[in-house]
């Protein structure tokens, strides 16, 4: 079991070989996603939500670093279609639950006697992964983190993000103290996804194409001065 754990490592922010954002591009974004990282009253899921080419995993990749320079991430998880260990639902609750026994003392101290007394949770369904994996020892633990999942429409199935939306409503009530951030295209799957009762009630959504004109052409002009002067 544990193997199959293993297996998803390079989802992780430090092995997604995605770029974050230029240094001083999408100041707007970041900031309203930081004030909601600190903000408690806020809900505990976020949805950047954009069309492709838009920069969500950049946005992503750059929210997991200051994460976790901050000391404040928990798990991350970089799917893409590219690679079988980062598109297979099965893997994906697994993964972040590793991540955060390697993380935290107090949540490894419940994972590992868990997952040595029930190899077969592996195999399982999301629901009862999260639900036995994750959602139980950071209760027990009281642990405050983020996790970041970029790129829900990269998995192989397209109900795959509708079955990790669909397990997130049942569940984030249960951990208020952890937050959420997820990144996807406006894929009509999704979409019904995020619009579930459960998950609607604790989730702010950013359209991304939605910023202003004049806000991208102030990242877009960086970048060409800072690409010219390199």
């Not at 297979?88 to 639950?97: G, N, R, S, W």
Request: proline share 4%; aromatic share 10%.
């Amino acid at each position: 079991m544990l193997n199959n754990f293993r297996s998803a490592k390079a989802a992780e922010h430090r092995h997604s070989g995605r770029e974050g954002c230029l240094e001083g591009t999408r100041r707007a974004v970041l900031d309203e996603i930081e004030q909601w990282v600190n903000d408690f009253e806020k809900p505990s899921v976020y949805w950047l939500n954009g069309l492709a080419g838009t920069g969500k995993s950049a946005i992503a990749q750059t929210v997991a670093e200051r994460m976790s320079e901050g000391g404040k991430l928990g798990a991350s998880f970089f799917c893409s279609r590219d690679f079988e260990e980062r598109s297979d639902l099965q893997l994906i609750f697994p993964t972040l639950a590793v991540q955060l026994a390697r993380k935290y003392t107090r949540f490894r101290s419940i994972f590992v006697p868990l997952v040595q007394s029930d190899p077969g949770i592996a195999y399982e369904s999301p629901y009862h992964q999260m639900d036995k994996l994750i959602v139980r020892p950071l209760k027990v633990a009281d642990i405050s983190t983020v996790i970041v999942i970029d790129a829900l429409d990269e998995f192989k199935d397209d109900e795959s993000d509708s079955a990790i939306l669909s397990v997130l409503g049942r569940v984030v009530s249960e951990i208020p103290k952890v937050k959420f951030f997820l990144t996807g295209r406006p894929d009509p799957w999704i979409q019904r996804g995020f619009h579930l009762p459960l998950l609607a009630k604790a989730m702010d959504v950013f359209f991304l194409h939605g910023v202003e004109s004049g806000l991208v052409n102030d990242d877009i002009q960086l970048f060409l001065k800072r690409s010219l002067l390199c």
